[in-house]
């Protein structure tokens, strides 16, 4: 059926093209060339800012990139928690790195980065620093494993033989995997969110009497791997255990808490959504599916994610919900959970990624970037509050997160819409002229006041521009390649070849029984499953996965509903010809407001670029580049005037700011037509060419190409048969400078795109 609309569209477009003189038949999108072009720019960016780390931060975990001094870990402030969870003097920056190295395919590079890590952090990582499971399991354990599959496998641009590599990174993995297994002793065999390297448990109970859902569930997905590398079920049966223990957790709506003791499964949080404390929860369970081909996984991701879109789904984000009612509580949306719509692509769900992440695009065009926490609605203000300009700002930094551009890397790579690249292309020049110093990238301390952060975390290298790069990377052996790699949420690429998924299966029968294979652990799990067993927990309800895989291998490939090549241009773009588009500007335009600093900043959408370059010539008629917003005023038509007076409506007149005029659609095409006798609106008024025409630009062309506009939807207000949009003439913005000026007015009042009138337009 959709094939079928696609269809038909295209031949509507394809008679346009033919009879329409002034659609020039040049469809545009990017040449391998450009794409290359943009590739190499994200390319220099990153070595930028990890030479710079080499230079200036190296040994330490990260550089500072506006004092190009090293970032440290602070041994003295054991409670500066901030700092010191990813900081565990173990060269964060570098090893986040070494898969981005390998993505770029610089074999000499990834060599030499893996190396000076071996000579740098002692091999039993036998440090006295506390940091946080979570964060060290995705970025140490999930960077030297992925670096270890890249370095092993001969089918990679980096794969260094046996000659030059002797897989001590899997060693690494061992004696850092066994340092972070300490975290799990705890009754519930839910992990504490904290260890030190060298004390284990042996630290303040504060640091650890709370944790999350995303920091119980997700190791799994690194440990399950190291499982299968090393061929010691330990390592899987300790995070699964505790992945299961945390679904167990979930309310009768199935929606899982977000924080909560790890000794006793006291909720301290019973807020849901897909943001932070929560969010690589259903990441795991939907990546774990198909990087293990789990049906059990895949049953705990169909089930969450059909009780989000039961209780937390809205038009546009998910809101977070308590999880005993499924009421939205809390009116806002995290920056991390803009990783979501590339989940939502993963599962094929394109529909609801793309709607999700017009949000996103909306935020960073607001505040050029992405606030750490964003209010959709603002509570009312307190007598404090009354003087804040950014009441709609709850956390206001953005540290140049990597997971809007993870999600427009995903549907650029489902759908091919040239909308996504345009995106990217934003981001790369946002990352050269506003994100760039001299050591690396410094992301935003505020985004209300522009003010920038002194601090360049592991994933710009490691996510951001990873995701950027392939972006541009249609070449890349990820892309060409059938591995079934699946990303982490670290963005490290895993995969599981034939050999190793036999070798583990075949340990699987043989070791009997498999699971516990000391008798610390023996000892742990039993303990914990006998606590289980006493604990009356009212949640603990096993819902039977409804769908099945049938170890059917669902490879990302497969899950990508919807590839399509050969996209030409904006005109096939699914984003842009969405007549919701505007929506969420107007109805969150009281907070989403261009703060001071970054006015005159272009949504992603209203580009000039975008539709000069990308599009038919005539296409751009479509879109009045309009970078500032204009007053107008929404009314019924009276039918029996051609004329637009002020006075004409007034009781049902609705007042609006718009930022755009969009969905104009061709209203009239008169193929016969002739200069005194073209029919508008109104079959019985004659209209003179002169009438129609702006005298000044306008000259009739070719008589067939005369036709009229009407506008179907104005910032996603939908316009009536009968609605007339009149608009305040002075606060209209006519680029008079640019030759790319097309709006005029003409006698009636009515706007011209082109010399072309929009019938239901005036300009008072
Ligand atoms: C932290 O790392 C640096 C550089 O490798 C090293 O010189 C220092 O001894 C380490 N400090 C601790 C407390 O481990
Ligand atoms: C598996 O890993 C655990 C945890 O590190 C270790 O105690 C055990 O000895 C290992 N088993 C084998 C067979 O190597
Ligand atoms: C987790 O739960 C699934 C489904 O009940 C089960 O097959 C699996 O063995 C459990 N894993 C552990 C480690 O308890
Ligand atoms: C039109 O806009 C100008 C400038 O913003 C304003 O002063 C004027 O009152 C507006 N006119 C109407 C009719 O709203």
Excluded at 327 to 333: A, D, E, G, R
Excluded at 360 to 365: A, C, P
Excluded at 550 to 579: H, M, W
Aim: aromatic share 14%; hydrophobic share 35%.
């Amino acid at each position: 059926m959709e094939l079928n609309l696609i269809s038909l569209w295209f031949f509507i477009w394809v008679i346009l093209v033919r009879t329409v003189d002034c659609f020039k038949a040049e469809p545009y999108s990017f040449t391998k060339n450009e794409l290359n072009q943009y590739k190499d720019q994200v390319k220099e960016l990153f070595y930028h800012g990890f030479n710079s780390y080499l230079e200036y931060g190296y040994p330490y975990d990260e550089v500072l990139p506006i004092a190009c001094v090293p970032m440290k870990r602070r041994f003295d402030d054991p409670y500066d928690t901030n700092t010191n969870d990813v900081l565990g003097n173990f060269t964060t920056t570098l090893v986040d790195s070494f898969t981005t190295l390998a993505v770029l395919g610089d074999k000499k590079g990834f060599a030499d980065a893996i190396n000076l890590f071996h000579k740098t952090v002692p091999e039993t990582f036998d440090i006295d620093s506390t940091v946080q499971l979570f964060e060290t399991t995705i970025r140490l354990l999930g960077g030297m494993m992925s670096a270890h599959i890249y370095a092993t496998d001969p089918r990679t641009k980096v794969y260094l033989g046996k000659d030059n590599y002797d897989g001590f990174l899997l060693r690494r993995c061992i004696a850092l995997g066994d340092k972070l297994l300490m975290a799990y002793l705890s009754p519930t065999g839910l992990p504490v969110p904290r260890i030190n390297l060298r004390y284990g448990t042996r630290i303040d109970p504060k640091l650890i009497e709370e944790n999350n859902a995303a920091a119980t569930a997700s190791p799994l997905f690194e440990f399950r791997l190291l499982s299968m590398l090393t061929l010691n079920d330990t390592y899987r049966e300790v995070s699964e255990f505790s992945f299961n223990r945390t679904w167990d957790l979930r309310s009768e709506l199935n929606l899982v808490p977000m924080s909560f003791s790890p000794y006793d499964t006291t909720i301290y949080n019973e807020v849901t959504g897909i943001g932070a404390s929560i969010d690589s929860f259903y990441e795991t369970a939907l990546k774990g599916s198909i990087l293990f081909d789990d049906s059990w996984l895949y049953s705990v991701w169909e089930t969450a994610i059909s009780a989000l879109n039961s209780y937390s789904k809205t038009d546009w984000f998910y809101s977070n919900v308590g999880v005993s009612h499924g009421k939205t509580v809390v009116l806002w949306i995290d920056s991390l959970s803009a990783f979501f719509p590339g989940l939502l692509t993963l599962d094929g769900r394109l529909e609801d990624a793309r709607k999700k992440h017009i949000m996103f695009s909306k935020l960073w065009s607001t505040y050029g970037g992405i606030p750490e926490r964003w209010n959709f609605v603002q509570s009312p203000p307190t007598t404090e509050e009354l003087d804040s300009p950014s009441l709609s700002i709850d956390l206001e930094w953005y540290p140049l997160r990597p997971e809007f551009i993870e999600s427009t890397y995903y549907l650029y790579r489902a759908t091919k819409d040239v909308y996504y690249l345009n995106i990217g292309i934003r981001i790369l020049k946002d990352l050269q002229h506003r994100f760039k110093t001299r050591c690396g990238f410094a992301g935003l301390q505020d985004v209300t006041t522009g003010e920038v952060q002194d601090r360049m975390e592991s994933f710009v290298l490691g996510e951001t521009l990873k995701y950027l790069y392939l972006l541009f990377d249609e070449d890349n052996e990820l892309h060409t390649t059938l591995w079934n790699h699946i990303f982490s949420t670290e963005a490290h690429p895993f995969w599981i070849d034939v050999g190793l998924k036999r070798r583990y299966e075949s340990y699987r029968r043989e070791a009997d029984p498999p699971h516990v294979t000391t008798e610390m652990y023996q000892f742990h799990l039993l303990k914990a499953k006998n606590w289980m067993r006493r604990t009356k927990s009212p949640n603990r309800r096993i819902n039977h996965a409804k769908k099945k895989l049938d170890g059917q291998c669902i490879s990302p490939e497969l899950a990508y509903t919807k590839r399509q090549s050969n996209r030409q241009g904006f005109q096939d773009s699914d984003v842009l010809s969405d007549p919701k588009l505007f929506e969420i500007d107007f109805r969150y335009q009281a907070t989403l407001e261009q703060p001071a600093w970054n006015k005159g900043y272009i949504p992603f959408e209203l580009t000039p670029e975008l539709y000069s370059h990308w599009s038919f010539s005539q296409q751009k008629i479509c879109l009045v580049p309009l970078t500032k917003a204009f007053e107008g005023t929404i009314g019924s038509r009276d039918p029996d005037s051609t004329l637009i007076s002020t006075h004409q409506w007034s009781s049902d007149a609705r007042m609006y700011r718009f930022q755009s005029i969009y969905g104009i659609k061709i209203a009239f095409l008169d193929f016969t037509w002739h200069p005194n006798s073209i029919e508008v609106q109104d079959p019985n008024s004659k209209f003179d060419l002169y009438d129609v025409l702006n005298k000044q630009n306008c000259k009739p062309k070719d008589d067939t190409s005369i036709h009229t506009y009407t506008v179907t939807a104005i910032d996603g207000i939908d316009l009536g048969d009968n609605d007339v949009v009149v608009v305040n003439k002075s606060s209209l913005f006519f680029d008079d400078s640019s030759k790319e000026s097309y709006i005029s007015i003409n006698r009636k009042s009515q706007l011209l795109i082109n010399c072309i009138p929009i019938t239901n337009i005036f300009v008072l």
